[in-house]
Structures are given as structure tokens and as C-alpha cells.
């Protein structure tokens, strides 16, 4: 992507003020050992591309082209899989891991008092964002969440949503 069109992303935005985004890439991916011995888990290959690109699409799609990046565990992988395919995009390390909080605090200069997303840069996830930041924006609310259906994941604490999509 041109640089020449950022102005042109920013102005495409829904709503009145441009959005920034934190991408979560900083944890150390023991699920995925021995993948995660020498590489994050943001910067494995997935259908021939870094997972960690397919969040910065969905971002840049939807015209979000201010972005953080937090690091800790490889953060050169992270740093390579980026690489220029998305000019702009800053990081933020940490040496000791901070969790997603923490992550949110310490680029909190950067996140401003706007609407910002917060997103994992370990997952393939397909999604209008454009949409998703209308939805918000209309609703009112303080936050929205993006949840996916799964019977898959009993390690993980289910989200339970009422018939008005409130958690």
C-alpha cells in the first residue's frame, strides 16, 4: 500500500474521529511448542503468510492504519513479519510481559481517549471491522466484543450473551 493514501484510510473511517489499534503479539505461545522455540506465534506461517498479517489487513481494510504492536517473546520475528508490507506501524516492548491490560497502559498515550481495537496477532479471524466499528458506534456502548461460537475450547471460560447481545 502507498503511503499516499493514509489521509484517504482515515477519512474513510465511519463516525467522526479516526480509530488506532493495539495488535497483541507479545505472548509466548506454549501451545504451539516446539513452532514457538524460535519464532512468536504471530510470526507462524499460516496459508503461507504470518498470522500476524492477517490482523494488520483487517485493520488497514478497514482503514485503520494507526497501529501498535506490543512485544516480548522473539520480537525480531514479529518485527520480520511485519516487515514493510505495513509501513507505519510501531511496536511497543516489553521486557517483562505485561498481559493485555498492561499492554493497553503502556501505549495509553498512544490509544488516546478515542476508540481504539484492541486485536490478537495470533489468529486468523475474518470480519467486516468497517461494520463492527459502525455497530459500536451506534450502540452506545462502552466496549464491544467480537465473539466466535465454539464447543471446541474447554480450557476457555465461556462468554455468556443475553437474547440483546449483552454480555
Do not use: W
Request: charged share 20%; net charge neutral.
Amino acid at each position: 500500500m502507498d503511503r499516499i493514501h493514509y489521509e484517504e484510510l482515515r477519512r474513510s473511517l465511519p463516525g467522526e474521529t479516526a480509530v488506532r489499534a493495539l495488535v497483541l503479539a507479545a505472548g509466548f505461545g506454549t501451545r504451539l511448542v516446539p513452532l514457538t522455540l524460535f519464532r512468536a506465534k504471530p510470526a507462524i506461517p499460516f496459508l503461507e503468510r504470518p498470522l500476524i498479517q492477517y490482523s494488520l489487513e483487517m485493520l488497514r481494510r478497514a482503514g485503520i492504519v494507526d497501529v501498535v504492536v506490543n512485544l516480548h517473546h522473539l520480537p525480531e520475528t514479529v518485527r520480520q513479519a511485519v516487515g514493510n508490507t505495513f509501513p507505519g506501524v510501531r511496536y511497543s516492548f516489553e521486557p517483562e510481559i505485561l498481559g493485555t491490560a498492561g499492554a493497553m497502559v503502556k501505549v495509553r498515550e498512544f490509544l488516546r481517549d478515542d476508540h481504539f481495537v484492541l486485536c490478537n496477532g495470533k489468529i486468523y479471524f475474518e470480519e467486516n471491522l468497517a461494520a463492527v466499528l459502525s455497530f459500536h458506534r451506534e450502540s452506545g456502548a462502552l466496549a464491544t466484543l467480537v465473539l466466535v461460537p465454539s464447543d471446541q475450547n474447554p480450557g476457555f471460560n465461556p462468554v455468556f450473551v443475553s437474547p440483546d447481545r449483552e454480555v
